[in-house]
């Protein structure tokens, strides 16, 4: 919310006698070179003065205070020096960090080992689907559709199947529309649409999400190398909503000790 709209809703009056923080939030993989590039254009726009009237933190920090504070005490009660690892699965990129809580009023949290980052976001998954449907009826039949119709061919795709896969028994039958493209009963498709088996939906997601399950591994055996038991993974980001992710993390057994460890997703995380 800009100040222009927050003078809209509680007054200008108000806004102008109140001091106004920022907090600017930036990618765990960032340099302090190019924060330090964030900053002086922050002050550039008029944010004020770094740490005086704008902070930094990074995307994973700020993910886990939310989901701290959004699933307690109903979902997960989190006390000081738990040790948690963040799981930011994103479009492009996955990034797991580990934290330890130093305090709970306020929450102030410390990384405890170097945090892990990998190219296997929620985008590959679609690029992913787009390679299998063009195995399946052909590049020619995908170049030629018409842009709007390839649009909904990978709407159809995310919100039918990539965000419901994992949501329902292994009987279900997926479909996605193909708009313009001829019946064939060979390549399943009828009335525009291609239908797809659940293990076919598996043999995309599992490349992708095996890659995300090393990731939270790496941070799973890095944190206990220093002696520190691991509370809880919270799972954020785009594809966090992912229940098939959820629960492939969740029955995981991981690291020597062989355990699983509980799986948190917030809602609207």
């Known amino acids: 919310m800009t100040t222009i709209n927050m003078g809209k809703t509680y007054g200008g009056q108000i806004i102008d006698s109140s001091k106004v923080e920022y907090v600017l939030t930036v990618p765990a993989t960032w340099s302090d070179p190019v924060k330090a590039l964030l900053v002086k254009a922050a002050e550039g726009a008029g944010f004020g003065t770094h740490r005086e009237n704008f902070n930094l933190i990074s995307e994973p920090e700020c993910a886990a205070v939310y989901t701290l504070n959004a699933m307690q005490p109903n979902n997960f009660k989190a006390r000081t020096g738990d040790n948690f690892i963040v799981c930011n699965a994103g479009t492009w990129t996955v990034d797991t960090n580990s934290y330890k809580i130093v ?155 062989s355990t699983t460890l509980q799986v948190l997703q917030p809602h609207d995380s």
């Open 103 to 257: 305090n709970m009023e306020p929450l102030q949290l410390d990384e405890i080992v170097s945090g892990a980052s990998a190219l296997c976001g929620s985008i590959f998954l679609d690029q992913t689907f787009e390679r299998y449907i063009r195995g399946v009826l052909g590049d020619t039949a995908i170049d030629n559709m018409k842009a709007r119709s390839k649009s909904r061919m990978m709407r159809t795709w995310v919100k039918e199947i990539k965000f419901i896969f994992g949501n329902v028994g292994d009987e279900y039958i997926y479909e996605v529309a193909v708009p313009g493209i001829s019946d064939n009963e060979k390549a399943n498709v009828e009335d525009g649409y291609h239908t797809i088996q659940s293990n076919v939906v598996q043999e995309i997601f599992d490349p992708i999400v095996d890659k995300i399950i090393d990731l939270v591994e790496q941070q799973v055996v890095a944190v206990r190398l220093i002696g520190a038991p691991v509370a809880a993974i919270l799972l954020v980001g785009e594809l966090s909503s992912s229940e098939y992710l959820r629960k492939r993390l969740q029955n995981t057994q991981f690291g020597w000790r």
